[in-house]
């Protein structure tokens, strides 16, 4: 079994900074991405940032040049620099392992909210 655990969500002003974290642990025998998403009331849930076992990114057009996803040294854990934040960044974030293509697990999610 795998658990993950996030934290770091939030109120913050507009045009603040959030760190999000989530650690997994439990039967982690490799690890294929770590992707962070987020869900907004009443849409769907979206990618919102993506880094592999080799450490390459990708992001979502609305974060690109404000958000940066990293790894921690205990490669286990997945960070989520968030800069510059806009009301529209408001959601559920949710932390998703992918030990394979198709096998991956979720997080419970953190709130951020950003609102003045």
């Known amino acids: 079994q795998v658990q993950l655990v996030e934290s770091g969500g939030g109120l913050v002003q507009p045009g603040g900074s959030l760190r999000l974290s989530c650690a997994a642990s439990?039967?982690?025998?490799?690890?294929?991405?770590m992707n962070w998403y987020r869900q907004a009331p009443g849409k769907e849930r979206e990618l919102v940032a993506t880094?592999?076992?080799?450490?390459?990114?990708n992001y979502a057009d609305s974060v690109k040049g404000r958000f940066t996803v990293s790894r921690g040294n205990a490669r286990n854990t997945v960070y989520l620099q968030m800069n510059s934040l806009k009301p529209e960044d408001t959601a559920m974030y949710y932390c998703?392992?992918?030990?394979?293509?198709?096998?991956?697990?979720w997080g419970q999610g953190t709130q951020v909210t950003v609102s003045s």
């Open positions: 998703n392992l992918k030990l394979t293509k198709v096998l991956n697990y």
């Open positions: 439990g039967s982690i025998f490799s690890i294929y991405a």
């Open positions: 880094i592999t076992s080799g450490d390459s990114t």
